[in-house]
T-cell receptor
Framework: KAGVTQTPRYLIKTRGQQVTLSCSPI?????VSWYQQTPGQGLQFLFE???????NKGNFPGRFSGRQFSNSRSEMNVSTLELGDSALYLC???FGQGMDEQFFGPGTRLTVL | DAKTTQPTSMDCAEGRAANLPCNHS???????VYWYRQIHSQGPQYIIH???NNETNEMASLIITEDRKSSTLILPHATLRDTAVYYC?????????????FGAGTRLAVHP
């Protein structure tokens, strides 16, 4: 079974631009969560989607948004990029919610210049 | 979710058991203890989880104290590929959400 895939793997943007990252969960998984990892703040939860609905949201500004499609694929968008948005963005999928083990993708490394 | 405390770093010789402690003194009765690890430049990987009984799988063993205020992840025969950051996470199983709150974790270095 294929794992969680994220595209692109690397991205360079400039301040003020916007970016869209994509995540394809493991086949059959309906929950997708997004995390941001930086050297200073570590791994931080962004949001979670289940059956196309945002179920939980972390403490990030409104510039960070996401959505989930009917096939469970998810995208996250960051508008008006800031230097501090440079990070590894990780996506995790699980079959359901609650106790399910989460499987993480390799991440998208975003650099904002 | 309860807060966890882990040592910043640990060393282990290859082939020996690696015992990674985690303190979660404010854990509530229905919160589970989860362990994930992150090998450099990869996404975190689930290892094991438990409520009150000791658990074992093909990767590791989880020992939870009787008062549930602390736990130990045991890698029975550490290899160089076990070098990673290990995260201990306490979370509720219900509520219909998959949010994981990661702390700083323990950086385990396995050396020859």
């Amino acid at each position: 079974k294929a794992g969680v895939t994220q595209t692109p793997r690397y991205l360079i943007k400039t301040r003020g631009q916007q970016v869209t990252l994509s995540c394809s969960p493991i086949s059959g998984h309906r929950s997708v969560s997004w995390y941001q990892q930086t050297p200073g703040q570590g791994l931080q939860f962004l949001f979670e989607y289940f059956s196309e609905t945002q179920r939980n949201k972390g403490n990030f500004p409104g510039r960070f948004s996401g959505r989930q499609f009917s096939n469970s694929r998810s995208e996250m968008n960051v508008s008006t990029l800031e230097l501090g948005d440079s990070a590894l963005y990780l996506c995790a999928s699980s079959f359901g919610q609650g106790m399910d083990e989460q499987f993480f993708g390799p991440g998208t490394r975003l650099t904002v210049l | 979710d309860a807060k966890t405390t882990q040592p910043t770093s640990m060393d282990c010789a290859e082939g020996r058991a690696a015992n990674l402690p985690c303190n979660h003194s404010t854990i509530s009765g229905n919160e589970y203890v989860y362990w994930y690890r992150q090998i450099h430049s990869q996404g975190p990987q689930y290892i094991i989880h438990g409520l009150k009984n000791n658990e074992t799988n093909e990767m590791a063993s989880l020992i939870i104290t009787e008062d549930r205020k602390s736990s130990t992840l045991i890698l029975p025969h550490a290899t160089l590929r076990d070098t990673a950051v290990y995260y201990c996470i306490v979370r509720l199983p219900s509520g219909g959400y998959n949010k994981l709150i990661f702390g700083a974790g323990t950086r385990l270095a396995v050396h020859p």
